[in-house]
């Protein structure tokens, strides 16, 4: 037999395209079309059905950038398509190729009632079926005309991430408008062609299976008469019915279908178009619901369901009935899909709180799995995070992004920093935007590698990103795909249904151990400084809020603010969406998050002043408070205290080259001429920090451009070229007050100026090092380096609840691409008996390196701290302006003192005027266990709910002396719902986290 493959091939697509397909719709009318742009941000939904029409025709221009237009689209079904199914085509100007990047709209009958959203993949709206002709036609589209930012030539810088720079030229032409006859029959032979098409593709030449489809599409092609579509589709189809009836063979693969629509909570559009992205989804999946009684549809965020039930509620009320008949699926128990590197302890604990929270009290779901496919890696603290929220799996499918080492499972056990194990699964199919196309399922079960051991996977199938969600096409594919020879076997279900099936036909998965790193998205640490400080500066606060606030509830009587720290605790969690705290949004989104934060640390600030205020009753003097977790200047954790006399013991001496020396009795440090540190030493030990010769507070400037991903990527290739920035303009000694000295040096590069003060506090083993930048350099990656004498093969990172340890040698290419990695408050290198820590109030990015002394044999280990980037996409003005560092430098420091340090830097003392001594809610008799939280209870019983951990890595006997009547302790978990009898005497494993919950007086025993 020649072989005519190719021949067929091309005659398959050539016939759908430009016949089969356009048949599918084989008469239309125009419909009329008038349209009113609303002047400024989007409007209630009533005024923009009632506001006045100007006519419009196909073929016209509409659509500033971030403008939204309200369509209104007028006909009559022609009396000749009675008994015929009768849709409206709207296309507002799509691209095809870009579902949910560009305009969208949200089809509305005349009484406001949402009908469906517009993409696309999805243009068509049901009229009737059958129609019986004559039917007026009345419908209202709310568009929005979205810039498209990410375009075919990809990363090219835009002004158009942001309303105020991106003008008002239209951004779209409306197509076709029109009523049209839908022939389903012509439809079915469209999927039935696509889905043999694309399995044919997929399977070996010389299997018969190929062969036998390439006849069948042969024998169809040849019975459709190109002249009479419609005409002769059913006999083609017949033509195809049995290779589509011919069964998978029994070892296939399984995949679990879940209908998804990944919508980004904000990135190339701000929050505001979030809002109606997830209420155009959520009416069409709703609608597919109804009309395929198989499909399962799961989304994610509480935050977004919180959204639609604030603007839409009439979406709202299908969504919670689709809920409660359990085929849409509240999806992952979290707020958003938050970053999870960089998030604090708390708050990645609020994430499962408040997201968890929020599917019980409106659906009664309780959420097993975690759901985060998009996620750029995932901390080491997580998995027993996930556990202490009562969820047992975690999806993801973001690591098979990394570009250098291939993760060598789909299915196993994640252990984390405690031991804890979470079973957790990649999608072999390597999207989340699955469409259900025979590539992409045979990609699934060829690259499945947990062959011989497993069978399952997952497939979130539908448009995402930018939201649209799975189409009708798509679940008349897998139908076809349910049984079929030569491929995957594929089911409509639930997460929770594939993986409790997965689960238990694995009984034995191999164990991951330590963090889930991405080798990618690296400089995502680093991008948006102000966002990433905004964001840790708001976590600090909620922390202080908390604990003022229980304290003055039980100690003053003061009204505890339940509803505001709610609902500040919502909007940091939503800015810890992956794609606003890792600093990758538009110019709008970071825009608006810094005058969200500032508006949340004004209000923080002022619950915190309240309860002070509260606590520290009258008189003249001053009483310092203290929220870090220590003890600190003779104030208790967590206590407040009357202010002692300033200690003084500071000194600051000129040095006959030019620097200064400052000694404080426990450190001296050297600043040279040029206003670097060239030495600290440790006088206890009696021990040098940095290497011979090293200068540490160095700034380093490096040119930084992607091969792509520009606000998400670091290439290694940057560390090629370096330019150490040692000129200074001047240096001084400045005004520190009497229990400090410092040493301030001004320096400018490139359109930038950089002034660095280094400060020696009275009684504190730690350096002080402040950087203030104005920064206004182009695609260029700003670190600040400390070059340490310490030999080790690691180091400590802090991570939630605990740290973890990275490697500082690169032997294995698993090593050598964490060349930028995350830390929390402390970066720790230690030799046995001596250890220095690097504390950060404020960065994440940071890089560890090593090398081999000539002179002397020694060893350098430099850790560097990431300050600054510059890259254009997606916003071309990322860090510019004015920013504020703080690290301090604390050699001799142990991890014990790192931990410490960590939270002195975020929690400064405050002082109030006052004169009452305030006693702790809860006191430790271990240093290692530091409390994370004190509050009150969420359900507002006036319980007292305090979370610790275990810092140090060990083992840990810890006497808890709660200050307060109490009646009973119980173990709870996240949720503050009891797990198990507690007791204030506690025998904690490594990096284990508790939450305990104090009965008030009234419940059980009596109080005492």
Same mark, same amino acid.
């Given at each position: 037999?020649?072989?005519?493959?190719?021949?067929?091939?091309?005659?398959?697509?050539?016939?759908?395209?430009?016949?089969?397909?356009?048949?599918?719709?084989?008469?239309?009318?125009?419909?009329?079309?008038?349209?009113?742009?609303?002047?400024?941000?989007?409007?209630?939904?009533?005024?923009?059905?009632?506001?006045?029409?100007?006519?419009?025709?196909?073929?016209?221009?509409?659509?500033?950038?971030?403008?939204?237009?309200?369509?209104? +689209?007028?006909?009559?079904? /022609?009396?000749?398509?009675?008994?015929?199914?009768?849709?409206?085509?709207?296309?507002?100007?799509?691209?095809?190729?870009?579902?949910? &990047?560009?305009?969208?709209?949200?089809?509305?009958?005349?009484?406001?009632? /949402?009908?469906?959203?517009?993409?696309?993949?999805?243009?068509?709206?049901?009229?009737?079926?059958?129609?019986?002709?004559?039917?007026?036609?009345?419908?209202?589209?709310?568009?929005?005309?979205?810039?498209?930012?990410?375009?075919?030539?990809? *990363?090219?810088?835009?002004?158009?991430?942001?309303?105020?720079?991106?003008? =008002?030229?239209?951004?779209?032409? !409306?197509?076709?408008?029109?009523?049209?006859? @839908?022939?389903?029959?012509?439809?079915?032979?469209?999927?039935?062609?696509?889905?043999?098409?694309?399995?044919?593709?997929?399977?070996?030449?010389?299997?018969?299976?190929?062969?036998?489809?390439?006849?069948?599409?042969?024998?169809?092609?040849?019975?459709?008469?190109?002249?009479?579509?419609?005409?002769?589709?059913?006999?083609?189809?017949?033509?195809?019915?049995?290779?589509?009836?011919?069964?998978?063979?029994?070892?296939?693969?399984?995949?679990?279908?879940?209908?998804?629509?990944?919508?980004?909570?904000?990135?190339?559009?701000?929050?505001?178009?979030?809002?109606?992205?997830?209420?155009?989804? #959520?009416?069409?999946?709703?609608? %597919?619901?109804?009309?395929?009684?198989? *499909?399962?549809? #799961?989304?994610?965020?509480?935050?977004?369901?919180?959204?639609?039930?604030?603007?839409?509620?009439?979406?709202?009320?299908?969504?919670?009935?689709?809920?409660?008949?359990?085929? *849409?699926?509240?999806?992952?128990?979290?707020?958003?899909?938050?970053?999870?590197?960089?998030?604090?302890?708390?708050?990645?604990?609020?994430?499962?709180?408040?997201?968890?929270?929020?599917?019980?009290?409106?659906?009664?779901?309780?959420?097993?799995?975690?759901? !985060?496919?998009?996620?750029?890696?995932?901390?080491?603290?997580?998995?027993?995070?996930?556990?202490?929220?009562?969820?047992?799996?975690?999806?993801?499918?973001?690591?098979?992004?990394?570009?250098?080492?291939?993760?060598?499972?789909?299915?196993?056990?994640?252990?984390?920093?405690?031991?804890?194990?979470?079973?957790?699964?990649?999608?072999?199919?390597?999207?989340?935007?699955?469409?259900?196309?025979?590539?992409?399922?045979?990609?699934?079960?060829?690259? @499945?590698?947990?062959?011989?051991?497993?069978?399952?996977?997952?497939?979130?199938?539908?448009?995402?990103?930018?939201?649209?969600?799975?189409?009708?096409?798509?679940?008349?594919?897998?139908?076809?795909?349910?049984? !079929?020879?030569?491929?995957?076997?594929?089911?409509?279900?639930?997460?929770?249904? &594939?993986?409790?099936?997965?689960?238990?036909?694995?009984?034995?998965?191999?164990?991951?151990?330590?963090?889930?790193?991405?080798?990618?998205? $690296?400089?995502?640490?680093?991008?948006?400084?102000?966002?990433?400080?905004?964001?840790?500066?708001?976590?600090?606060?909620?922390?202080?809020?908390?604990?003022?606030?229980?304290?003055?509830?039980?100690?003053?009587?003061?009204?505890?603010?339940?509803?505001?720290?709610?609902?500040?605790?919502?909007?940091?969690?939503?800015?810890?969406?992956?794609?606003?705290?890792?600093?990758?949004?538009?110019?709008?989104?970071?825009?608006?998050?810094?005058?969200?934060?500032?508006?949340?640390?004004?209000?923080?600030?002022?619950?915190?002043?309240?309860?002070?205020?509260?606590?520290?009753?009258?008189?003249?003097?001053?009483?310092?408070?203290?929220?870090?977790?220590?003890?600190?200047?003779?104030?208790?954790?967590?206590?407040?205290?009357?202010?002692?006399?300033?200690?003084?013991?500071?000194?600051?001496?000129?040095?006959?080259?030019?620097?200064?020396?400052?000694?404080?009795?426990? !450190?001296?440090?050297? +600043?040279?001429? $040029?206003?670097?540190?060239?030495?600290?030493?440790?006088?206890?030990?009696?021990?040098?920090?940095?290497?011979?010769?090293?200068?540490?507070?160095?700034?380093?400037?490096?040119?930084? @451009?992607?091969?792509?991903?520009?606000?998400?990527?670091?290439?290694?290739?940057?560390?090629?070229?370096?330019?150490?920035?040692?000129?200074?303009?001047?240096?001084?000694?400045?005004?520190?007050?009497?229990?400090?000295?410092?040493?301030?040096?001004?320096?400018?590069?490139?359109?930038?100026?950089?002034?660095?003060?280094?400060?020696?506090?009275?009684?504190?083993?730690?350096? =002080?090092?402040?950087?203030?930048?104005?920064?206004?350099?182009?695609?260029?990656?700003?670190?600040?380096?400390?070059?340490?004498?310490?030999?080790?093969?690691?180091?400590?990172?802090?991570?939630?609840?605990?740290?973890?340890?990275?490697?500082?040698?690169?032997?294995?290419?698993?090593?050598?691409?964490? &060349?930028?990695?995350?830390?929390?408050?402390?970066?720790?290198?230690?030799?046995?008996?001596?250890?220095?820590?690097?504390?950060?109030?404020?960065?994440?990015?940071?890089?560890?390196?090593?090398?081999?002394?000539?002179?002397?044999?020694?060893?350098?280990?430099?850790?560097?701290?990431?300050? %600054?980037?510059?890259?254009?996409?997606?916003?071309?003005?990322?860090?510019?302006?004015?920013?504020?560092? $703080?690290?301090?430098?604390?050699?001799?420091?142990?991890?014990?003192?790192?931990?410490?340090?960590?939270?002195?830097?975020?929690?400064?003392?405050?002082?109030?005027?006052?004169?009452?001594?305030?006693?702790?809610?809860?006191?430790?008799?271990?240093?290692?266990?530091?409390?994370?939280?004190?509050?009150?209870?969420?359900? $507002?019983?006036?319980?007292?709910?305090?979370?610790?951990?275990?810092?140090?890595?060990?083992?840990?006997?810890?006497?808890?002396?709660?200050?307060?009547?109490?009646?009973?302790?119980?173990?709870?978990?996240?949720?503050?719902?009891?797990?198990?009898?507690?007791?204030?005497?506690?025998?904690?494993?490594? &990096?284990?986290?508790?939450?305990?919950?104090?009965?008030?007086?009234?419940?059980?025993?009596?109080?005492?």
């Amino acid at each position: 037999m020649h072989d005519d493959r190719s021949l067929v091939e091309s005659r398959l697509k050539r016939v759908l395209e430009e016949r089969i397909r356009p048949a599918v719709y084989p008469e239309s009318v125009p419909l009329e079309v008038s349209i009113w742009t609303a002047p400024d941000e989007p409007v209630p939904v009533a005024e923009g059905l009632t506001a006045p029409r100007t006519p419009i025709a196909a073929g016209e221009q509409w659509g500033a950038p971030w403008g939204t237009s309200w369509l209104t +689209v007028a006909g009559t079904v /022609p009396q000749a398509w009675a008994g015929r199914t009768v849709e409206a085509l709207i296309d507002l100007g799509f691209d095809a190729n870009m579902p949910g &990047f560009q305009c969208e709209g949200l089809v509305y009958r005349p009484d406001g009632t /949402p009908v469906k959203g517009l993409n696309p993949r999805n243009q068509w709206v049901r009229i009737a079926a059958p129609a019986a002709g004559g039917e007026e036609v009345l419908l209202h589209v709310e568009a929005a005309s979205n810039p498209v930012i990410l375009d075919y030539h990809p *990363f090219l810088p835009t002004e158009l991430g942001d309303r105020e720079t991106a003008g =008002d030229r239209p951004q779209y032409r !409306l197509e076709r408008i029109d009523l049209a006859v @839908f022939d389903e029959t012509v439809w079915q032979l469209v999927v039935d062609l696509e889905v043999l098409g694309e399995l044919m593709a997929e399977l070996p030449v010389e299997g018969a299976r190929r062969w036998e489809i390439l006849r069948a599409v042969e024998r169809a092609l040849d019975v459709v008469d190109l002249q009479d579509v419609n005409g002769t589709a059913a006999a083609a189809r017949r033509e195809l019915e049995a290779v589509l009836a011919s069964p998978a063979e029994p070892s296939a693969h399984l995949i679990s279908a879940v209908g998804h629509a990944h919508i980004d909570s904000a990135w190339l559009w701000p929050l505001r178009e979030t809002v109606r992205k997830v209420a155009r989804t #959520a009416a069409n999946m709703t609608a %597919l619901l109804e009309d395929q009684p198989d *499909f399962v549809y #799961a989304m994610s965020q509480a935050q977004q369901y919180a959204w639609i039930k604030e603007h839409r509620p009439e979406v709202y009320a299908r969504v919670k009935k689709a809920v409660a008949e359990g085929r *849409f699926v509240p999806a992952g128990g979290m707020w958003v899909e938050s970053d999870t590197n960089m998030p604090g302890s708390e708050a990645m604990a609020r994430q499962f709180v408040h997201g968890k929270r929020f599917f019980l009290e409106e659906f009664g779901v309780e959420n097993e799995e975690v759901w !985060l496919p998009d996620t750029f890696g995932f901390a080491g603290g997580l998995p027993q995070i996930i556990k202490a929220a009562g969820s047992t799996w975690l999806l993801t499918q973001k690591i098979s992004w990394s570009q250098v080492n291939t993760f060598p499972h789909h299915t196993f056990l994640w252990e984390g920093i405690d031991g804890t194990r979470i079973f957790t699964h990649f999608p072999p199919v390597d999207t989340y935007n699955c469409s259900m196309q025979g590539k992409e399922i045979a990609h699934a079960a060829r690259n @499945f590698k947990d062959k011989g051991r497993a069978r399952h996977s997952i497939a979130p199938t539908g448009w995402g990103d930018g939201g649209g969600g799975t189409t009708r096409e798509m679940v008349a594919k897998a139908a076809r795909l349910r049984d !079929l020879e030569g491929s995957a076997r594929v089911r409509w279900e639930r997460p929770a249904e &594939f993986f409790a099936k997965a689960e238990r036909e694995y009984s034995d998965p191999p164990v991951w151990t330590g963090e889930l790193y991405l080798e990618l998205h $690296r400089a995502t640490l680093t991008s948006q400084a102000r966002t990433k400080q905004g964001n840790r500066a708001c976590e600090n606060l909620l922390r202080e809020a908390e604990l003022w606030s229980a304290t003055a509830a039980v100690r003053a009587r003061l009204p505890y603010p339940y509803e505001e720290l709610d609902r500040i605790w919502k909007t940091v969690l939503l800015h810890q969406f992956h794609d606003i705290l890792p600093g990758s949004s538009i110019a709008w989104v970071h825009r608006e998050a810094e005058r969200t934060y500032t508006a949340v640390t004004e209000e923080l600030a002022a619950i915190i002043d309240r309860a002070q205020r509260a606590l520290a009753g009258e008189g003249d003097g001053t009483v310092v408070f203290n929220a870090a977790p220590h003890d600190r200047g003779g104030v208790p954790a967590g206590g407040a205290r009357p202010a002692a006399p300033a200690g003084g013991g500071c000194t600051v001496a000129a040095r006959p080259d030019g620097g200064y020396l400052l000694d404080n009795g426990l !450190l001296q440090a050297v +600043v040279d001429a $040029r206003g670097l540190v060239v030495s600290v030493r440790d006088l206890a030990s009696d021990r040098e920090a940095l290497a011979p010769g090293a200068t540490a507070n160095l700034l380093q400037i490096h040119p930084d @451009f992607p091969t792509m991903w520009d606000a998400w990527d670091v290439d290694s290739f940057y560390r090629n070229t370096v330019t150490d920035l040692t000129a200074v303009d001047s240096l001084e000694v400045t005004d520190s007050g009497p229990d400090a000295v410092a040493v301030r040096a001004t320096r400018t590069f490139g359109s930038s100026r950089a002034v660095q003060t280094v400060t020696l506090t009275s009684g504190s083993g730690r350096l =002080d090092l402040d950087t203030e930048i104005d920064w206004h350099e182009t695609e260029k990656f700003l670190k600040a380096a400390f070059p340490l004498d310490v030999r080790a093969d690691r180091y400590a990172a802090e991570t939630q609840f605990g740290h973890l340890y990275r490697p500082t040698h690169t032997n294995t290419s698993w090593e050598a691409a964490k &060349f930028e990695a995350c830390n929390h408050r402390f970066v720790h290198l230690e030799e046995p008996g001596w250890g220095v820590a690097l504390v950060t109030a404020s960065t994440y990015g940071h890089d560890v390196t090593r090398t081999v002394r000539p002179a002397d044999g020694g060893t350098t280990t430099t850790v560097r701290v990431s300050l %600054l980037r510059a890259p254009r996409f997606p916003d071309p003005h990322t860090d510019q302006g004015l920013h504020r560092f $703080r690290h301090a430098l604390v050699p001799g420091a142990g991890i014990g003192e790192a931990v410490r340090e960590g939270y002195r830097i975020g929690l400064p003392e405050r002082r109030v005027p006052g004169s009452a001594e305030v006693a702790p809610l809860i006191t430790l008799d271990h240093d290692a266990v530091v409390v994370s939280a004190v509050k009150l209870a969420d359900d $507002r019983s006036g319980d007292i709910v305090v979370r610790l951990y275990e810092s140090g890595g060990g083992r840990a006997r810890v006497r808890l002396a709660p200050a307060f009547a109490y009646a009973r302790v119980d173990r709870c978990d996240l949720l503050e719902r009891p797990t198990g009898e507690g007791g204030t005497e506690l025998r904690l494993r490594p &990096f284990e986290l508790v939450t305990l919950r104090f009965a008030v007086g009234g419940r059980g025993e009596a109080p005492r």
